[in-house]
């Protein structure tokens, strides 16, 4: 199949309710992982993370900064 080509209407697909899968608990497995953290507990600590880089990075130059005036 190219790109841009459609499913021809007798070959889609659809989900009823008679296929046992609730679409809010699968969208809900996506978005949390087998131990339970979820999307925003990752992206909270990769943030928490990005704050030490950028004090650590200011600090690096601020030194370098320091040195290159004396």
Same mark, same amino acid.
């Given at each position: 199949?190219?790109?841009?080509?459609?499913?021809?209407?007798?070959?889609?697909?659809?989900?009823?309710?008679?296929?046992?899968?609730?679409?809010?608990?699968? =969208?809900? @497995?996506? $978005? %949390?992982?087998?131990?339970?953290?979820?999307?925003?507990?990752?992206?909270?600590?990769?943030?928490?993370?990005?704050?030490?880089?950028?004090?650590?990075?200011?600090? =690096?130059? @601020?030194? $370098? %900064?320091?040195?290159?005036?004396?």
């Amino acid at each position: 199949m190219q790109q841009g080509d459609t499913i021809p209407e007798d070959e889609e697909i659809e989900l009823s309710d008679d296929d046992g899968v609730d679409p809010f608990e699968y =969208l809900g @497995s996506l $978005l %949390q992982t087998e131990e339970g953290t979820s999307i925003a507990e990752v992206l909270s600590k990769v943030n928490a993370n990005i704050e030490n880089q950028n004090k650590i990075l200011i600090k =690096l130059l @601020s030194i $370098l %900064q320091a040195q290159k005036t004396a």
